[in-house]
């Protein structure tokens, strides 16, 4: 099981695929697995590094200090640690903003950055669905009720148009060893609230893609794109059918347009 000892934490990680270094940044609520629909579409191509940001997986301890900036500096530790000077980065939502933070913070290591389905804005709906949630997750039945009502927000129309979908995911999530307690859930809460972007768009000087997700209920795209036009050097692109998790709702649409972005922007 691969780990970093840092200062605050025992950063956990996995390492797929042959090719330039590729590393992959989870949203709020997620950890490394929540590439696993995407993974096997890139690795043939990329060495993918995904680690399991503070509070979430099997990085620990869960309550260590979880500053946003905190996480982006145990991800450029780890690509110090592997070895790779100089490396693509991409994220989802939070992720996407991480990704951004650490293009700023190493600009000599970062080759390229991806972001998918985020967005530099605060949306107050968005942090009283996350209350929401917790608050259902803590009442009675809630370790259920909880994913049953994040759904419709994670994902597209298409997902719903089967019932069993609904079923099978939330029958992975509940068996998944390795979730988020809502203990962890809450303290990942208060860093994203916290959270004051450091990255300033026109200082971004690496090429970077961002993908939106037409569907996208938590991050919408009118609401994002202007947050991301002072970029010197953008590549956007929307997918239409997808929610807010668009790497699993358009894993392949996605992997096209990043495999095609990296391609034009090798290290």
């Known amino acids: 099981m691969p780990e970093l000892p840092l200062d605050e934490v025992t950063l956990h990680y996995e390492v797929d695929g042959r090719g330039p270094p590729l590393l992959l940044l989870a949203g709020m609520l997620s950890d490394s ?7 096997p579409l890139i690795k043939d191509h990329f060495t993918v590094i995904r680690p399991d940001n503070r509070t979430t997986g099997r990085t ?10 905190l996480m ?3 991800a450029v530790a780890l690509m110090n640690h592997l070895g790779f000077d100089r490396f693509h980065v991409g994220g989802h939502s939070l992720g996407g903003l991480l990704s951004l933070e650490i293009a700023h913070m190493v600009p000599d290591q970062v080759a390229s950055c991806a972001v998918l389905a985020s ?3 605060r949306v107050p709906r968005t942090a009283a669905v996350f209350e929401a949630l917790l608050a259902v997750r803590r009442a009675p039945k809630g370790e259920e009720l909880w994913l049953r009502a ?13 019932p069993a979908h609904v079923e099978t995911a939330l029958e992975a999530s509940l068996a998944y060893p390795h979730a988020q307690t809502a203990d962890a859930m809450a303290h990942q809460l208060a860093a994203f609230g916290a959270f004051r972007p450091k990255a300033k768009p026109e200082n971004i000087t690496c090429p970077t893609l961002v993908l939106y997700a037409g569907q996208d ?23 239409e059918a997808a929610g807010h998790s668009i ?3 358009a894993p392949q649409e996605v992997a096209a347009h990043l495999t095609k972005f990296l391609a034009a922007n090798p290290i």
Not at 33 to 39: D, E, H, Q, V, Y
Not at 60 to 69: E, F, G, I, Q, Y
Not at 150 to 162: A, I, V
């Open 33 to 39: 697995a929540a590439w696993g629909a995407f993974l």
């Open 119 to 121: 967005g530099r804005i």
């Open 72 to 74: 982006a500096q145990d």
């Open 247 to 249: 790497h699993w709702d």
């Open 150 to 162: 994040l759904y419709p927000w994670l994902f597209g129309h298409t997902f719903f148009e089967n």
């Open 217 to 239: 209920l938590m991050v919408p795209p009118a609401a994002a794109q202007p947050s991301f036009s002072d970029i010197p050097n953008l590549t956007e692109a929307t997918i």
């Open 60 to 69: 620990v301890p869960w309550d260590a200090p979880a500053d946003c900036s």
